[in-house]
């Protein structure tokens, strides 16, 4: 009994420490060995973004020692999954930290075996992209086969992330059963939407992988089903983007009207949003298989509806992000239709960037949408539209969240503070990157409805008219990534600099209240058992039908290739 | 929830109704639908199988066209065609190695090709010219030199 009342007084004692003194110092260094590893990626990723940029643009010969698509692979890998999952991981738990009163000691533990293990398995998936044995693409699409060590590296990184996932459901289940009955909080709810979607989204790239892939790569059974390692592939590699949009979202829900002085939207329909993008979410990545083979038209046509209702969610969220932002420059004595733009703090870089982020999200999102019906799709498939596209979506709606993030979180875990200097560099910064972005996707597009393929190096098809047609928009696509590559420059010392010089002090982690007066949300979306079924229902109704039709009906498979 | 924001989400919702109508429309009813052969083949044996052993154009009516061909790293064969303006041209494509894209820049024709699945894609070429045939989807090394040409006169 005395015990239990010693645990119990710890925890209190615990609590009110954390409140008092911001986040617990061990909580703190897992953050930023997070936020140091998804920066030091962004830095080489950058870097290699603009040798293909400069490459294809037709100033710059690559070297026979790292060629454009070792390059490409790499550039993909670090920006879509170490960059983004870092980032993702670090802010999240860096959130439940401070909203559900510190990590427990074992979540900690936790989370520091799945960065050793997400670190170990990116170094073995990096020796053999270096040796240009796995030149092939953030895609891996079998036939083409690389080192098994490649493969092993990706099994190391799923698990990584499974144990972090598990890390965030202890914290929060233990959370839940001292506080019954009420809502977890809100960018808590968040959290759990991410991992649950992490766990879901992997859980096919692993079945590729390990029972597919590997197997076959170590030579011990001879052929691969193609169409069933690229359908598993899609259901991870869409998600995977998806959720750090989702992050980004969690912020403009959570923080972002905290920042500009604001109260958060209705607690209940964002909920609804959450729950919304995760049931509805890995269906989506079959819209990727529009133009294949060996799928029939109506289920095509139902996976137009799977992808296209993932919009409905986003729309909402427009609505949502507007309305607080007129709501809040209107208190703020913003007259007139648009007088309460005025109002927002637009000089704050910790506003403007993920502001930023947003708007770039209607473009971005009006292209997924054409680009996700059957007929559009098939026009600019595999062009650099696509390329455009998820510069747009991941280059600027969530990376730029995640820089705006940056700016109040790595002074909160560093203890330091945003000096109104280094808040000037981080508009620069933002502004910058805003410029190479629209130059670079914007030429994107366009070169891709010319035709221009997308993961293809330097070439003019034998001086063919079609192709001279594209460089103009190659030479903008250049200039484009030389000025994202100063930004990164800049976003990357600001890293260090907060982390490590900035003077010290305590910033806010900034969450919005709710609006006072607001009908108290349902229990109901607590139950996350209920959703998470209903995610495996649609996911059954989307995958069971094809890929079992993909199996049954398969032709002979195919043995490895390396072709590069 | 606000009358604003009900009109907002019921024009989101209708848009998207909306864009579903009309894709099931071409697709179904005009038959613009993307291109989905569903027909296999023995990934490894291409060259023994008809109509894989004789890769080429073969005219098949008045104006129309059907041409047979291989993907492979990295060329098409066959790797020049020609037809006459207005032709009506079915192409059945198959890949002998890894997975390829056939895209021919500014036509709407544009077509994964797997190893051990035949695709099928048709096309009027209605405007003379050389139009450019490229494979879309890396497929390795000499991926950027994997192209070829239809002569459309």
């Given at each position: 009994m005395e015990t239990v009342i010693t645990s119990k007084e710890k925890v209190t004692v615990f609590n009110k420490a954390n409140q008092v003194l911001g986040i617990h110092l061990e909580d703190a260094r897992i953050t930023k060995s997070y936020l140091l590893v998804a920066f030091i990626a962004l830095l080489l990723g950058g870097f290699l973004g603009l040798l293909q940029g400069l490459n294809r643009a037709g100033v710059l010969e690559l070297p026979v020692w790292l060629n454009y698509y070792q390059i490409l692979t790499a550039h993909g890998l670090l920006l879509v999954v170490v960059l983004s999952a870092f980032f993702t991981i670090g802010y999240f738990y860096a959130g439940l930290s401070h909203t559900l009163g510190g990590l427990l000691p074992k979540v900690r533990k936790m989370a520091w075996i799945g960065f050793w293990m997400k670190m170990f398995g990116f170094v073995l998936v990096v020796i053999p992209i270096l040796m240009n044995?796995?030149?092939?693409?953030?895609?891996?699409?079998?036939?083409?086969a690389a080192h098994p060590m490649f493969y092993f590296g990706l099994v190391f990184i799923v698990l990584g992330v499974w144990i972090l996932a598990a890390g965030a459901f202890v914290n929060v289940s233990h959370w839940r059963k001292n506080h019954k009955g009420q809502h977890l909080p809100i960018l808590a709810f968040f959290a759990t939407g991410v991992f649950v979607l992490l766990v879901g989204a992997t859980a096919f790239v692993a079945v590729e992988v390990l029972f597919m892939i590997i197997p076959w790569s170590l030579g011990w059974v001879d052929t691969i089903n193609v169409m069933v390692a690229r359908t598993l592939f899609w259901a991870f590699g869409h998600t995977a983007v998806n959720i750090w949009y989702l992050t980004a979202v969690s912020a403009w829900y959570v923080i972002v009207p905290k920042i500009i002085g604001g109260t958060r939207f209705n607690d209940y329909l964002t909920r609804v949003v959450v729950i919304a993008l995760v049931i509805m979410n890995?269906?989506?990545?079959?819209?990727?298989?529009?133009?294949?083979?060996?799928?029939?038209l109506p289920i095509k046509f139902m996976h137009v509806f799977m992808s296209l209702a993932i919009g409905f969610p986003s729309l909402m969220t427009a609505y949502a992000m507007f309305r607080v932002f007129e709501r809040t420059g209107r208190r703020k004595g913003g007259k007139g239709a648009l007088g309460w733009l005025k109002k927002l703090p637009w000089g704050d870089v910790r506003f403007l960037s993920p502001f930023i982020a947003m708007a770039a999200f209607a473009p971005a999102g009006a292209g997924g949408i054409v680009q996700s019906t059957n007929q559009l799709n098939q026009v600019v498939h595999n062009t650099m539209w696509i390329v455009g596209h998820f510069h747009l979506t991941l280059g600027m709606t969530v990376v730029m969240t995640f820089f705006g993030i940056s700016y109040w979180l790595v002074p909160f875990v560093s203890k330091r503070v945003l000096t109104p200097q280094m808040n000037r560099i981080g508009v620069i910064q933002t502004i910058i990157w805003t410029m190479g972005m629209v130059i670079m996707a914007t030429s994107m597009h366009i070169v891709g409805l010319l035709g221009s393929p997308r993961r293809t190096s330097y070439t003019t098809y034998g001086e063919h008219v079609a192709a001279q047609a594209w460089d103009p928009y190659m030479i903008m696509i250049g200039i484009g990534a030389t000025f994202l590559l100063i930004a990164v420059i800049i976003q990357v010392y600001a890293i260090f600099n907060m982390m490590f010089f900035a003077p010290k002090g305590e910033t806010e982690f900034p969450i919005a209240e709710v609006e006072a007066g607001e009908f108290p949300t349902p229990y109901l979306t607590e139950r996350w058992g209920i959703w998470v079924i209903t995610m495996l229902i649609v996911v059954a109704m989307a995958y069971v039908l094809p890929l079992t039709d993909m199996i049954v009906n398969a032709p002979p498979g195919s043995p490895p290739f390396k072709t590069w | 929830m606000h009358l604003d924001e009900k009109i907002w989400l019921t024009l989101s919702f209708g848009m998207i109704m909306i864009f579903m109508l009309i894709t099931g429309y071409q697709t179904f009813a005009l038959e613009m639908g993307p291109p989905s052969h569903q027909e296999t083949i023995d990934p490894e044996k291409v060259d023994q199988t008809a109509p894989f052993n004789e890769p080429g154009i073969k005219k098949i009516g008045e104006n129309e066209y059907e041409v047979v061909m291989t993907l492979q790293i990295f060329s098409f064969t066959p790797n020049t065609i020609e037809v006459p303006a207005g032709s009506k041209v079915h192409f059945i494509l198959t890949s002998k190695d890894v997975v390829h894209g056939f895209e021919v820049a500014n036509t709407n024709i544009n077509a994964m090709v797997m190893p051990g699945h035949i695709q099928k894609i048709t096309q009027t070429f209605d405007q003379p010219g050389e139009y450019l045939v490229l494979c879309n989807?890396?497929?390795?090394?000499g991926h950027q030199m994997m192209s070829m040409t239809i002569s459309v006169k």
């Open positions: 044995e796995a030149s092939v693409m953030y895609t891996f699409y079998p036939p083409m890995i269906t989506g990545g079959f819209h990727h298989q529009i133009i294949d083979p060996g799928i029939s | 989807e890396y497929c390795g090394a």
